[in-house]
């Protein structure tokens, strides 16, 4: 079983800067796919970013494209998302996943974008 605690959430106004973190416990991240999603208010959940694994390709939405940046500390078993240039839109539950089919989430943290 992997265990995934997500940090990092918070209240920024737009323009501003956060970055995610994911520490997982119960299983090495570096061999698995991993991924942030997150859900608006009203909204279905949404991806944001994956990567592969450990070195392996990563993908975002369109709509966080060259904002966003998904990355892993091996050491720390940690994903991040640093998120840059935020806009309100970006406002909603982050929540970060992982294994085949995202078998495994987080609980979520919050950010909020005020504009």
């Known amino acids: 079983q992997v265990h995934l605690v997500e940090s990092g959430g918070g209240l920024v106004q737009a323009g501003g800067s956060l970055r995610l973190s994911c520490a997982a416990s119960?299983?090495?991240?570096?061999?698995?796919?991993m991924g942030w999603f997150r859900q608006a208010p009203g909204k279905e959940r949404e991806f944001v970013a994956r990567?592969?694994?450990?070195?392996?390709?990563?993908y975002y939405a369109d709509s966080v494209k060259g904002r966003f940046t998904i990355s892993r500390d091996n050491a720390k078993n940690t994903v991040y998302l640093q998120m840059n240039s935020l806009k309100p839109e970006d406002t909603a539950v982050y929540y970060c996943?992982?294994?085949?089919?995202?078998?495994?989430w987080g609980q979520g943290t919050q950010v909020t974008v005020s504009s």
């Open positions: 996943a992982g294994g085949e089919r995202w078998r495994y």
């Open positions: 119960g299983r090495t991240l570096s061999s698995i796919a």
């Open positions: 990567s592969r694994w450990s070195g392996g390709s990563t």
